[in-house]
T-cell receptor, first 115, second 111 residues
């Protein structure tokens, strides 16, 4: 069974540009969540989607947005990139959010460098 | 109230030792407490998780101890190996996939 797949794995963008990151969850998983990981702030929650609906949103500016498609794939977008947006962006998926025994699986992440 | 405090920041043990990593929380609504292991350049991988109605859970060499009254939980790694050298994160959530992570513990196990 394939794991959570994120593309692209590495990318370099210039300040002011925008970026779109993609995530394919584990087959059958309908919940997708996104996290930002930086050395200074650690792992911080961005969004959670379930059946195309945003269930939760973290404390990030409006430049960060996301969406989920009917096949459970998800994308996140960051507009007007700033140097501080350089981070590892992690996508995670699960079968039954909040359910007993539910496991949240992470992808390998997309490394974004803003120059 | 949404924070999860993790300690220590780093830990060095010899092979065979039992490193212990501690986490504390304030929000009593948290109902799911997973531990993740992360190697450099990789995404976090779930090690073991516990719910507040259980005081201890073991999976292989990994044990979670959970103290509901003290609002603390800890990870013990029995017979630690050099291959266990990684960063460990505790986390907590309330009925969703929104995980609140601790700040991480970098573990080094020397032969």
């Amino acid at each position: 069974k394939a794991g959570v797949t994120q593309t692209p794995r590495y990318l370099i963008k210039t300040r002011g540009q925008q970026v779109t990151l993609s995530c394919s969850p584990i087959s059958g998983h309908r919940s997708v969540s996104w996290y930002q990981q930086t050395p200074g702030q650690g792992l911080q929650f961005l969004f959670e989607y379930f059946s195309e609906t945003q269930r939760n949103k973290g404390n990030f500016p409006g430049r960060f947005s996301g969406r989920q498609f009917s096949n459970s794939r998800s994308e996140m977008n960051v507009s007007t990139l700033e140097l501080g947006d350089s981070a590892l962006y992690l996508c995670a998926s699960s079968l039954n959010p909040g359910g007993t025994g539910n496991t949240i699986y992470f992808g390998e992440g997309s490394w974004l460098t803003v120059v | 109230q949404q924070q999860v405090k993790q300690s220590p920041q780093s830990l060095i043990v010899q092979k065979g030792g039992i490193p212990i990593i501690n986490c504390a929380y304030e929000n009593t609504a948290f109902d799911y407490f997973p531990w993740y292991q992360q190697f450099p350049g990789k995404g976090p991988a779930l090690l073991i998780a516990i719910r507040p109605d259980v005081s201890e859970k073991k999976e292989g060499r990994f044990t979670i101890s959970f103290n509901k009254s003290a609002k603390q939980f800890s990870l013990h790694i029995m017979d630690s190996q050099p291959g266990d050298s990684a960063t460990y994160f505790c986390a907590a959530s309330i009925g969703t996939d929104k995980l609140i992570f601790g700040t991480g513990t970098r573990l080094q196990v020397f032969p």
